[in-house]
């Protein structure tokens, strides 16, 4: 029997987990806990071709995790029998300390604890699958793994905001970025599949949430993402960049308060506040009926990918890989080739046929004898997040 790491995923209303075998890169299960702490809840377990859903109250987290576990031993794969070496737990805030993964320890609980304000809708809820996880399966080693690490590397002059020095160090201001462990699967991905190490890459995950990172031999030198999730790419519901001063202007002149903002900015702004869907394919679906807003949207969302591919390519002083991952990476051909249009003159050129449709392995999506090979590559950060834990114990 080989090693498995149980993969946990928790966010403040849910909890994602996958069972993994980091040795052959498979998931033996994967399953979803939503709705916590309300009425219904819903519980959605994957084995094989079996699946299995409930759709009791699951009052906590603990509860929750309870319920999985006893789906495992009831409808499989039997925990007791499934080889777990380790717990993976995915923490989305490791701030300046944390630069790999890390085994936890009531020290490392303390201190994701206290970078709990950098992540007010993260870190806590991470935390929580933590605590629980722990509790209820005591025998085996907990590892966290941070989103934040892969851009560890980022140099100063990318990671630092120029705001008055005194203030950024008290209140640790600074660009931490996040979809880490995507960025560096991906990048590692492109690196393995083309059998060369020292690439200059970039790496665009386009899921809900949106990052572009630039990756020199293996190393993050930039990220779009900043202080938090919010800076960069136009997202499903999140602005990406903006003028600060939007936020003075709201606050003054609309009489709007800091946590309306917020609201604004994270949950009803980017695809879905210029075009009314978060998802591209009800985008795309408005364009076809002529929604002349929604094309609107959909240029300013490629427009933004194709800034910053022409920033990074500028930073690396020169670009030989492009990498699409996650929702809207892998499957959506319009937004890759509407991403590239005109870049031509770096090199970047992809092929209609080749970038048709959705990719459920790496694939060169770029003309042979291009310049550039643009890739698109699925991200797997379960794995990733599997094989880090495992590097650790
Ligand atoms: P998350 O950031 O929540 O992990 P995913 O990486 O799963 O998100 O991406 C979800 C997004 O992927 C959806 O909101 C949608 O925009 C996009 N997506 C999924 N399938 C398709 C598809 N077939 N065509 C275009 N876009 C898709």
């Known amino acids: 029997m080989s090693a498995t790491v149980l993969v946990i995923n928790s966010g403040s ?18 399953g979803l806990v939503e709705r916590i702490g309300e009425d219904a809840g819903h519980i959605e377990h994957k084995a094989g071709s079996t699946k ?70 993260h870190n806590p809820a991470n935390l929580t699958g933590i605590r629980v996880g722990r509790e209820l399966l005591p025998d085996v080693p907990h590892v966290v793994v941070f989103d934040t690490a892969f851009f560890q590397t980022l140099p100063d002059a990318a ?78 519901t999140r602005t990406g960049d903006i003028d600060p001063a939007v936020v003075f202007h709201l606050k003054r002149n609309a009489g709007m308060s800091v946590d309306e903002i917020d609201d604004l900015f994270n949950k009803r702004s980017g695809l879905k506040g210029l075009t009314g869907e978060n998802d591209l394919r009800e985008v795309h679906r408005l364009i076809a009926e002529g929604d002349t807003g929604a094309r609107v949207g959909l240029d300013v969302y490629t427009y933004r990918l194709r800034k910053y591919i022409g920033s990074y390519a500028a930073v690396m002083g020169g670009l030989d890989v492009l990498s699409f991952t996650a929702g809207v990476g892998e499957n959506d051909d319009i937004v890759r080739a509407e991403a590239v249009a005109g870049l031509e003159f770096l090199g970047v050129e992809i092929d209609p046929e080749r970038n048709a449709g959705r990719k459920k392995e790496p694939t060169v999506i770029s003309p042979d004898g291009a310049k550039v090979t643009v890739m698109v590559i699925p991200t797997n950060e379960e794995l990733a997040i599997a094989r880090q834990a495992m590097s650790l114990i």
Do not use: C, W
């Open 13 to 30: 209303s849910s909890i994602k987990y996958q069972l993994v075998d980091p040795d052959a890169g498979t998931a033996l299960a994967s």
């Open 52 to 121: 299995t859903e409930r759709h009791d109250r699951v009052a906590d987290h603990g509860d929750g995790l309870r319920q999985v576990l006893a789906l495992f031993e009831e409808v499989g794969p039997a925990l007791s029998e499934a080889g777990i070496v380790a717990v993976g737990h995915r923490v989305v805030q490791g701030g300046k300390e944390f630069a790999g993964p890390a085994l936890v320890t009531d020290d490392v609980v303390a201190t994701i604890e206290r970078l709990a304000p950098l992540a007010p809708l």
């Open 159 to 236: 990671a630092t905001y120029a705001l008055d020095r005194e203030v950024a160090e008290k209140y640790s201001v600074r660009r931490y970025g996040a979809h880490g462990t995507s960025h560096q699967y991906v990048s590692a991905k492109a690196a393995e599949v083309l059998g060369r190490d020292s690439l200059k890459q970039i790496v665009l995950h386009l899921g809900n949430g949106a990052s572009a990172s630039a990756v020199v031999g293996g190393k993050a030198v930039d990220t779009s993402m900043g202080l938090t999730p919010l800076e960069g790419l136009v997202m499903g």
